[in-house]
């Protein structure tokens, strides 16, 4: 699998695509690089010399909301401030949650650490940079597993709360595990057919993703979300392994303007929040994250993408010069038959990978059936 940034690259909700230098030389960041990581530490800086003096001064105890997105997203609109805005309500001044947007307290790489340490008492976490961290939780991004976002992350969820995967998640308290289905392939040249993927270099969004593609004859790239817009127009990628609102999100449709319309995979991310905060709380205030977390916050959320999911088919669909394309009944069995080696590789490197697959499976089966 290529690389051109770090191990596990992440996905994430829709925003628009920003420059970035490409990391030619890993040994030493170019200077972009470098000013952006100043800029930052500066940002986090500022922000918690914010967050110092409000806790400072008399008030609820204040929790920090890590999300590493820009607010002009709905996204942001309907969930993030949708689930503070209850969340602080029913605390009754209990605590407050405070929202800090963009990379003013967290990246996309860094937030599970930050959590972790509690420099971000709750953060948006996309898992493919820390998804070594978490294989049993992979089970959620292979190919074919679920079809939807509704069932593969009230799926995982359950595998959390059965104890199958809880030993991942004893670093912070997930409240919420979130699944970016549909994961598929945008091009610039049309893709119908197996021989149409030989060679195409797209951009990854983690190990299983690369290895899938490998498998059906392409060549991954690991890319930042915000580096994929100006890679395609410099033409070092063809194209991108990408679910669909994040195509439209960041405008990629500029230049990609073929789109598959099966599946081949998803991407996880986790509301996340530190351990010992949450030990911190009153049990008032305990109960009030509680009942808005869990089955509830994952059920929600994953609802909202499939949501956005649908709303980007439609709106690519009816965009001048887009194609989406379905594969044939042919086709389709061909690529499925490609990509088994990649589950079965996963099953045998992941600790318990059969039964996490197999309790994965059973639990999408009840949900689908309304169970």
């Known amino acids: 699998m290529s690389r051109t940034s770090r191990k596990d690259l992440s996905d994430a909700a829709a925003a628009r ?3 970035a230098a490409t990391r030619s030389d890993p040994a030493r960041p170019p200077a972009g690089s470098r000013r952006r990581s100043i800029l930052q530490a500066v940002a986090v800086a500022a922000a918690l010399a914010t967050y110092s003096a409000a806790a400072c001064a008399a008030g609820p105890t204040l929790l920090r909301f890590a999300y590493p997105n820009p607010p002009n997203t709905v996204q942001y609109t309907e969930m993030i401030q949708g689930w ?3 969340v602080n309500k029913e605390a009754d001044g209990a605590f407050h949650i405070q929202v800090f947007v963009g990379n003013s307290l967290v990246d996309m790489h860094s937030a599970f650490d930050r959590v972790q340490n509690g420099i971000a008492d709750i953060a948006f976490c996309v898992l493919g940079p820390v998804s070594s961290q978490f294989p049993q939780t992979q089970v959620a991004t292979l190919p074919g597993v679920a079809r939807n976002a509704h069932d593969a992350g009230l799926a995982l ?3 959390y709360d059965e104890n199958i995967i809880a030993n991942e998640w004893k670093r912070v308290k997930p409240l919420a595990f979130i699944i970016y289905p549909d994961l598929t392939f945008h091009t610039a040249p049309m893709v119908k057919t197996l021989a149409d993927m030989k060679g ?3 951009s990854v969004q983690g190990r299983i993703a690369g290895e899938t593609l490998e498998a059906l004859g392409g060549v991954p790239i690991s890319l930042p979300l915000d580096e994929l817009y100006e890679a395609l127009q410099r033409g070092t990628i063809q194209g991108t392994t990408l679910g669909w609102p994040g195509v439209t999100g960041y405008k990629l ?5 073929h789109h598959l319309l099966e599946p081949y995979g998803a991407v996880e991310a986790a509301i996340i929040m530190n351990n010992a905060t949450y030990a911190r709380l009153s049990p008032q205030a305990k109960h009030v994250i509680d009942v808005n977390s869990g089955t509830f916050f994952t059920t929600w959320f994953n609802k909202f993408v499939d949501g956005t999911t649908r709303q980007a088919i439609d709106d690519i669909r009816h965009m001048k010069d887009q194609t989406v394309t379905p594969l044939s009944p042919d086709q389709e069995a061909m690529w499925m038959a490609r990509i088994q080696p990649v589950i079965a590789a996963w ?3 992941t600790p318990d990978g059969a039964r996490v697959l197999a ?13």
């Not at 449709?253 to 303007?257: A, Q, S, Y």
């Not at 499976?361 to 009840?366: D, G, I, P, Q």
Request: proline share 3%; glycine share 4%.
């Open 17 to 19: 695509p920003a420059r």
């Open 84 to 86: 503070t805005q209850k």
């Open 157 to 159: 969820q359950r595998l």
């Open 200 to 202: 195409l270099k797209l």
């Open 253 to 257: 449709t500029d230049i990609v303007r």
């Open 347 to 349: 099953e045998k490197r």
């Open 359 to 371: 309790a994965f499976r059973k639990e999408v089966a009840a949900i689908s059936s309304g169970s």
